[in-house]
């Protein structure tokens, strides 16, 4: 599959679709901020009005959109992507969106005699624009065969995690739970230190050599004492939806998740402040308001 369409360039897509130009995919792109695809069509892209007009010709579509809404629009809403892909074509869905909706997708899809992958992917920004992502791949095996080349240009480790659709995001939630709460750990941690009388800073270069030290540590303590809250690399409200989503998983399969509970207050507070759209890293500040897990209600 050479002819691949792309809808949504955001801080994480945009740099996807770039990987996969420079790979040598021939690309159509759609965001509904046309702006976002200015530089990728002078990279080399077709750009389109609508995710049906990206889809058209496409052997697959890519799909990296905020949540379960905007994949569900970008498909099957007014100028949909659904409408126009060809029997056979593949979606590749690569928003964190949880294991329900992306199962309800592909039964959907599946009624029009089209295939989807379900590939959701972690790393951030830098690694995204190093094509250097973890993707976490979920559908049949011949599916993720014919779209690993496409994978490989996008992510330097590219796991099939199941046979079926929901099998990537379910790994993504285990993922997003461990990263939301050593996000909120750091914040908690340096918060701490501060008001132990220490200097956060120092205590971060003490800590991070240590048994304590983790990537979120090392990548978001950073931004933390460097209060680099604007523009967000990953902005507070994406975990407000994923822990959310790890809560409705935890949920449905009877799993106890006191730690992602915590967590997810805390996030939904950083929201109710402000912090939302700023860089999630802000999560200090919650704890610098006083406000911890024992306070939450």
């Known amino acids: 599959m050479r002819n691949l369409a792309f ?10 679709a770039k990987s996969l130009l420079s790979a040598g995919f021939g690309l159509r792109v759609f965001d509904v901020r046309e702006e976002n695809a200015r530089p990728l069509v002078g990279l080399g892209a077709a750009g389109a009005g609508s995710p ?38 593949a979606v590749v869905v690569m928003s964190t969106v949880g294991p329900e909706p992306v199962r309800e997708l592909d039964g959907r899809l599946s009624e029009r005699r089209l295939r989807l992958l379900d590939a959701p992917v972690s790393g951030g920004v830098a690694r995204a624009e190093r094509g250097d992502l973890l993707i976490m791949a979920g559908g049949p095996e011949d599916l993720f065969g014919e ?43 340096l918060a701490y230190a501060e008001a132990l009388g220490l200097d956060p800073g120092s205590v971060y270069e003490t800590i991070r050599h240590g ?63 402000g912090f939302g759209g700023e860089d999630d890293s802000g999560i200090l500040r919650v704890f610098e308001e006083g406000i911890g897990p024992s306070q939450q209600t």
Request: net charge negative; with cysteine; proline share 5%.
């Open 211 to 273: 048994a304590a030290g983790s990537f979120m540590l090392e990548d978001r303590g950073r931004r933390m004492l460097d209060r680099e809250f604007l523009p967000p690399k990953s902005a507070l409200d994406i975990f407000v939806k994923d822990m959310g989503l790890v809560r409705v998983a935890a949920a449905k399969h009877g799993f106890a998740a006191p730690l992602s509970d915590a967590a997810h207050g805390l996030y939904e507070r950083g929201a109710s402040l």
């Open 147 to 189: 779209l690993r080349p496409a994978l490989e240009a996008m992510g330097s480790t590219v796991v099939h995690c199941g046979p079926a659709a929901g099998d990537g995001q379910s790994v993504k939630l285990v993922n997003q739970l461990l990263c939301g709460i050593h996000i909120a750990a750091a914040g908690e941690a």
């Open 52 to 89: 049906r007009e990206a889809a058209e010709n496409a052997g697959a579509l890519v799909l990296m959109v905020v949540n379960a809404e905007q994949a569900e629009a970008a498909l099957f809403g007014e100028n949909g992507a659904a409408e126009a892909l060809a029997p056979g074509a």
């Open 7 to 16: 809808v949504g360039l955001g801080a994480m897509g945009a740099p996807m």
